[in-house]
C-alpha cells in the first residue's frame, strides 16, 4: 500500500534550493502558468520482461489551489481526492485510506500535487537549484542545456518551438553512459502557446537491465469547467476510515 502515496507511481528527488531565474526549464515550463484546470486521461504502457504489457489507466482532475481528483481504474482501482487542505487517498477493496494535511506532505508528493498533469514541470522541477551549463545546439534541437547535481548528468533539449523535446540524463558531467531519456512527441496546441506532448517515451536503466514506458494523454481539456464535487472527498470515500500513518497501510 505504500505505492498509494505516489500520484504518478513516479518519485522524483527534488531539490529545494530556489534556481535563478531565466534558464532553459524555467522557460520551457513558463507558459503553462496560464493553466487554471485541467482534465485529461492517462495511458502508462510498459512491456514485461516476462512478456506482455504492463498498463496503467487514470482519469485526472487538476485545478490550482492544490485540488486533484486521480481515478485509476487498471491495473488496481484506487482513488486520490485532494479538496486544497486534505490529501486523501485510497486502494478499493481495502479497509483504511491515507489522509494527510497538504501542509504536511512530503515535497515529492507537494510537486506531484501541484504539476500540471500532462506537462513538463514534474520531469523538470528537480533541476532546481542545479547550475545551468549552456549545451551547443544540434541539428535537430536549437536550444539545450545540461545540470550537473553531482550524482547525475541531465541535458534537456527543446524544439524550434521552444516546446521540451528531450531529456537525456547521464552518469556523470562527461557523459560517459546514458542512463535515461524521455522524448516529448505529438504536441497538441490546448491554449495559445501552451503546447502538451500527448505522447511521452520514457527508456530507463533499472537493475542492469532497459525499461520503457510510454506515458499517452488523451480527452484533454484546459480551463474549462470541472464540478465542484470532484474535488470532495466526501463525495468518494463513504464508510472509508483514513489514517494518517502510511505504515497503518500495512496493518
Not at 167 to 179: C, L, Q, S, T, Y
Amino acid at each position: 500500500m505504500k505505492r498509494c502515496l505516489l500520484l504518478w507511481g513516479v518519485a522524483l528527488v527534488v531539490v529545494c534550493t530556489e534556481a535563478g531565474a531565466g534558464t532553459l526549464w524555467q522557460r520551457a515550463i513558463a507558459p503553462y502558468a496560464a493553466v487554471s484546470n485541467l482534465s485529461c486521461e492517462v495511458r502508462r504502457d510498459a512491456p514485461l520482461p516476462s512478456g506482455g504489457t504492463a498498463r496503467m489507466l487514470s482519469r485526472v482532475d487538476f485545478a490550482r489551489g492544490d485540488r486533484m481528483h486521480v481515478e485509476t481504474v487498471a491495473p488496481l482501482a484506487r482513488r486520490i481526492v485532494c479538496d486544497g487542505t486534505r490529501f486523501r487517498v485510497h486502494m478499493e477493496g481495502e479497509p483504511n485510506g491515507y489522509e494527510a494535511a497538504v501542509s504536511n506532505l512530503p515535497a515529492v508528493m507537494l510537486v506531484n500535487l501541484r504539476s500540471v498533469p500532462g506537462s513538463p514541470e514534474m520531469a523538470l522541477q528537480p533541476l532546481a537549484g542545479v547550475k545551468e551549463v549552456p549545451l551547443p545546439a544540434t541539428s535537430a534541437y536549437p536550444r539545450r542545456a545540461g545540470y550537473d547535481n553531482g550524482k547525475t548528468f541531465t541535458v534537456v533539449s527543446l524544439d524550434d518551438a521552444g516546446r521540451l523535446a528531450l531529456i537525456e540524463v547521464f552518469d556523470g558531467a562527461g557523459m560517459p553512459k546514458r542512463v535515461a531519456t524521455t522524448k516529448f512527441t505529438g504536441y497538441r496546441e490546448a491554449l495559445p502557446g501552451v503546447w502538451f506532448a500527448t505522447v511521452q517515451k520514457t527508456e530507463a536503466k533499472l537493475r542492469g537491465k532497459m525499461r520503457t514506458e510510454t506515458q499517452r494523454i488523451s480527452n484533454l481539456t484546459v480551463n474549462g469547467t470541472i464540478p465542484e464535487r470532484r474535488f470532495d472527498p466526501e463525495a468518494f470515500f463513504e464508510g472509508i476510515t483514513f489514517v494518517d500513518d502510511p505504515e497503518a497501510l500495512e496493518e
